[in-house]
T-cell receptor
Framework: EAGVTQFPSHSVIEKGQTVTLRCDPI?????LYWYRRVMGKEIKFLLH????????ESGMPNNRFLAERTGGTYSTLKVQPAELEDSGVYFC????????????FGNGTRLTVT | GNSVTQMEGPVTLSEEAFLTINCTYT??????LFWYVQYPGEGLQLLLK?????DKGSNKGFEATYRKETTSFHLEKGSVQVSDSAVYFC????????????FGIGTKLQVIP
């Protein structure tokens, strides 16, 4: 079974530019999550999709962040325009529909905004 | 709100040494508790879990016991190996689900031969 895949693995952009991160969950997983770890800080929840619907987006930092999951398959997280404080590692995770299903994490995308 | 506190490290140990990474939490109700591990260049993996008070999670020689009276979930291993070098995250999830997880800051462990 293929795991959770994230693209790109690294991205370096300048302040003010736009970046789109992609996550391909494990096939059949209805739940998809985005988390972020800013350097030296905790891993923070950003949002949760159930299929194509946003179940909880309480962790999204501001309206420069836009997440989509068209068709309930892969998801994208766009940052526009990027700011220096957006630098960090963005993790995606997926799980099956059952409440106690374990989370499967991708390797993360390291975003550096200069 | 929920929170998890753990030592930041880095922790450097010699091979076969005893490991303890402390973790305490704040949460309402009865959360599930986890330890995740991130090996170099890889994603987070669930190492072990406990879903109720006094439960002991164990995996790969690591253990942690859910202590509600002290709100703690300390990670221990009797004899670490070089291959255990990684970042360890303590985490909790409300109720019995794995869903919206709150993580600690992560503790980097380096084991030297």
């Amino acid at each position: 079974e293929a795991g959770v895949t994230q693209f790109p693995s690294h991205s370096v952009i300048e302040k003010g530019q736009t970046v789109t991160l992609r996550c391909d969950p494990i096939s059949g997983h209805d739940n998809l999550y985005w988390y972020r770890r800013v350097m030296g800080k905790e891993i923070k929840f950003l949002l949760h999709f159930v299929k194509e619907s946003k179940q909880d987006e309480s962790g999204m930092p501001n309206n420069r962040f836009l997440a989509e999951r068209t068709g309930g398959t892969y998801s994208t997280l766009k940052v526009q325009p990027a700011e220096l404080e957006d630098s960090g590692v963005y993790f995606c995770a997926s799980s099956q529909g059952r409440q106690n299903s374990p989370l499967h994490f991708g390797n993360g995308t390291r975003l550096t905004v200069t | 709100g929920n929170s998890v506190t753990q030592m930041e490290g880095p922790v450097t140990l010699s091979e076969e040494a005893f490991l303890t990474i402390n973790c305490t939490y704040t949460a309402t109700g009865y959360p599930s508790l986890f330890w995740y591990v991130q090996y170099p260049g890889e994603g987070l993996q669930l190492l072990l879990k406990a879903t109720k008070a006094d439960d002991k999670g164990s995996n790969k020689g690591f253990e942690a016991t859910y202590r509600k009276e002290t709100t703690s979930f300390h990670l221990e291993k009797g004899s670490v190996q070089v291959s255990d070098s990684a970042v360890y995250f303590c985490a909790l999830s409300p109720l019995a689900g794995y869903q919206k997880v709150t993580f600690g800051i992560g503790t980097k462990l380096q084991v030297i031969p």
